[in-house]
Structure formats: C-alpha cells, structure tokens
C-alpha cells in the first residue's frame, strides 16, 4: 500500500512538472512579446529584452491606435465575429443534427457528398469567381456568407449528437414536441460543450481573419481590424527597410529618431489582436467539461 501511495505521489508530481512546463512555454513567450510591445523599437532593436522593458513605452501601441480607420475595423472584427459565430453555430448545428437522424431518406450518400467536399477545392481563382457573381465581393458579407457552413465542425457535431440517448428524443416525441422543438429543446442544451468549442473555434476564425479583407475587399470601410493592422504593418514594415537600405545621412537620421520600428509595431499589433479572445475565452472554458450526459437518463 505504501509503494502504492509513493507511486502516486510521484506521478502527481510528475504530471504537476510537466504542466508547470507546459505553461512557462506559453507565458514566457507572451511576456517577451508584451516587454517588446512596451519597449522602445530602436532600442528593442539592440537586443536583450526579455520579459522586461528596458526602454519603456507606450508609443508602439499609440501608433497603432492613432490610424484612422482604427475604429471602424474594430466595429467590423467585432459585427463579423457575433454574427458569423452565431450564424455558423447554428446552422451547422442544424444540418448535423439532419445527418445523424436514422429517419433522413439517403442519410448515408448525403453525408458522403458533405463529407467528399473536405477533400477537394475549387481553387482560389473559382472562388473568386462564386463571391463575384453573388455580388458578395467589397461586400461586408463576404465574412460571413461563405463561412457559415463549416463540414470538419459539422462532422464533430454529428459524432457528439450521436451519443444523446434516443429515449430522451422518443420521449420528447410521445409528448407531442416537433424536430424543431427536439433540435433547441434537448440538442443544444445537453450539447454544450461541444457547442461552445465550436463558437470558440469560429469566433478566433473570424477575429483573426485578415485574408478575406485583403483580397475579396476593396472598399476600406469594410476592412476589419486584422486587415487594417496587417496593412499598418505592412507599410511600416517596408519604410524601416526603405531607410536601412538607403544610404544617406538624413535616412539615417530618420532611422534614429524613429521610436517605432516593424518588429516593435509587430508585438503590440499580436497584443491587441490576442486580448480579446483571451478575455472571453475563460467564460467559455467552464463548458467543456466533460460527461453532460452522464445521468440523464437510465435506460
């Protein structure tokens, strides 16, 4: 019994190390990029900046914040996110739970012609062509429209509907409740886990998503902020490697006043950009719990 106890003991602390590990290599990286972010770009520039501002600042994060279209593509990130999220939880949700109802005539070749679309694409050039003639293009529902059915999610959707007991839909039926009512009634709330890494994934999709604006959108008032901050440091980006490589003493009198360099400008952009999924993931962190099912129901 004692050996028993000291394995455990061991493995416990085993598993407390390897975690302890684990979440230094995630925080130390973020540190070092919140110290350059806060730092001053030439001199970050120099090296040996850790976790720490040697220079500290807030003129990276001013530059950032002082485009013009700033707010505009916040309001944007922020409507395609909500609305995209919702709009492609729940319609993906209700096309797999059609796929895994047993009653759905030509369930099988259905699901394989969903599925077969993971394997193959169109190619850029045709999709291009798709959004163009269904005027989606320079449109603000270029964000939302082609994003809302996703088949991987959909797959993972019909797996854990699967494992609802089907005395809970036959009872619901007995009572008198449509597939509609089944769906919101008893689906979705026993599915929460699954359906809240699904927002999750989505939500982080569609925040981080700066393709899209950059190639399907020309209008900049529709640009989100993923695009405005990929094309703020874009610019910046080739300016510092404009006066670096031109030689001249009043270049390079710019390059040493400029307190703001790409790479500093690139760690407060990732800073920005991060913050608000990591302060509603903890909201969303409770529901992947595991075993909702278990106890339901007997059968």
Known sequence: MRKTAAFGRLLTGLNYAL???????????????????LNVGTD??????????????????????????MVNGFLISVFRTIVGTFLSVLLTAMAAYA???????????????????????????????????LHLTNSIWVYIVP???SVWNMMIMRSFFQQVPEGLEEAARIDG???LGIFFRIILPTSKPVIAAISLFNAVGHWNDWFTGTFYVRDPNL????????EMLTKQQALTE??????????????????????????????????????????????????????SMKE
Do not use: H
Request: with cysteine; hydrophobic share 50%.
């Open 19 to 37: 975690l302890g590990l684990l979440c230094l290599s995630i925080i130390l990286p973020t540190l070092n990029v919140l110290a350059l972010a």
């Open 44 to 69: 970050a520039a120099k090296g040996g900046i850790y976790f720490w501002p040697r220079q500290f600042t807030l003129d990276n994060f001013k530059e950032v914040f002082s485009q013009s279209n």
């Open 99 to 133: 796929l895994k109802s047993k009653t759905l005539p030509g369930q099988k070749q259905i699901t394989f012609f969903v599925f077969f679309t993971m394997l193959f694409s169109g190619g850029l050039i045709p999709y291009y062509i798709v959004l163009k003639e």
């Open 147 to 149: 994003a809302l059915y």
């Open 177 to 179: 409740c449509s597939d």
């Open 223 to 230: 640009k989100p902020l993923s695009t405005v901050l990929q």
């Open 242 to 295: 404009t006066l670096m490589n031109t030689a001249g003493s009043l270049q390079m009198d710019m390059l040493d006043k400029m307190q703001v360099t790409g790479t500093s400008l690139k760690m407060a952009t990732i800073i920005i950009v991060i913050t608000p999924i990591v302060l509603v993931y903890p909201f969303l962190q409770k529901y992947f719990a595991k075993g909702v099912m278990i106890g």
